[in-house]
């Protein structure tokens, strides 16, 4: 059974930065996209950004500039780094791996960007 693992959250200040992390267990091959997504108190759940299997990025417009997705498909990991974060960016943070028509959801890792 796979389950994704989520890692690198916490409390940060306006201007820090944070390293998102997320891995695979268990067998899985051929992940087509990996994303990030996040949802704020009181919002829907929102697409932040996402990468296909041959590297090719999408960014909401409110993370362009200051975030950026990467993966390693042979660890089975996608990461996302986190700069010159804002406390708008403050939500709970998903990540999403699609295999042909599955989806994969991680667990969430909570991100609060406060001074």
């Known amino acids: 059974q796979v389950q994704l693992v989520e890692s690198g959250g916490g409390l940060v200040q306006p201007g820090g930065s944070l390293r998102l992390s997320c891995a695979a267990s268990g067998s899985i091959f051929s992940i087509n996209v990996m994303g990030w997504y996040r949802q704020a108190p009181g919002k829907q759940r929102e697409l932040v950004a996402s990468?296909?299997?041959?590297?090719?990025?999408n960014y909401v417009d409110s993370v362009k500039g200051r975030f950026t997705i990467s993966r390693d498909n042979a660890k089975s990991t996608v990461y996302l780094q986190m700069n010159s974060l804002k406390p708008e960016d403050t939500a709970v943070y998903y990540c999403k791996f699609r295999v042909g028509v599955r989806n994969y959801w991680g667990q969430g890792t909570q991100v609060t960007v406060s001074s």
């Open positions: 990468i296909t299997s041959g590297g090719s990025t």
